[in-house]
């Protein structure tokens, strides 16, 4: 099992950049697959990007594509979702996920954070 803490959320303005990060506790953490998701008020949650075990392939939302990047350090057990030309409707509830199985199958996410707060003001 892996315990994930976000940190790094906050409030920017559109067109500003923010960083997130994630640290997982416990020694396998390059056996999981990581993802970063997040939630508006009054919507689903929504999978914005994965990343693979070795950090070669990654995985974006469309709405995020070229602006956001995820990267991961296995030495540090963390995983980063660095966040460009940020936007109004990017504001929400992000959350760092693990999956025992792909990168790129939501549904295969099964331990999750707390979740850190994104906010973007226009």
């Known amino acids: 099992q892996v315990q994930l803490v976000e940190s790094g959320g906050g409030l920017v303005q559109a067109g500003g950049s923010l960083s997130v990060s994630c640290a997982a506790s416990?020694?396998?953490?390059?056996?999981?697959?990581m993802g970063w998701f997040r939630q508006a008020p009054g919507k689903e949650r929504e999978f914005v990007a994965g990343?693979?075990?070795?950090?070669?392939?990654?995985y974006y939302v469309d709405s995020v594509k070229g602006r956001f990047t995820i990267s991961r350090d296995n030495a540090k057990n963390t995983v980063y979702l660095q966040m460009n030309s940020l936007k109004p409707e990017d504001t929400a509830v992000y959350y760092c996920?693990?999956?025992?199985?792909?990168?790129?199958?939501?549904?295969?996410?099964?331990?999750w954070g707390q979740g850190t707060q994104v906010t973007v003001s226009s």
């Open positions: 416990g020694r396998t953490f390059s056996s999981y697959a």
């Open positions: 996920a693990a999956s025992n199985g792909v990168y790129g199958r939501p549904r295969e996410y099964n331990y």
């Open positions: 990343i693979s075990r070795s950090g070669i392939s990654t």
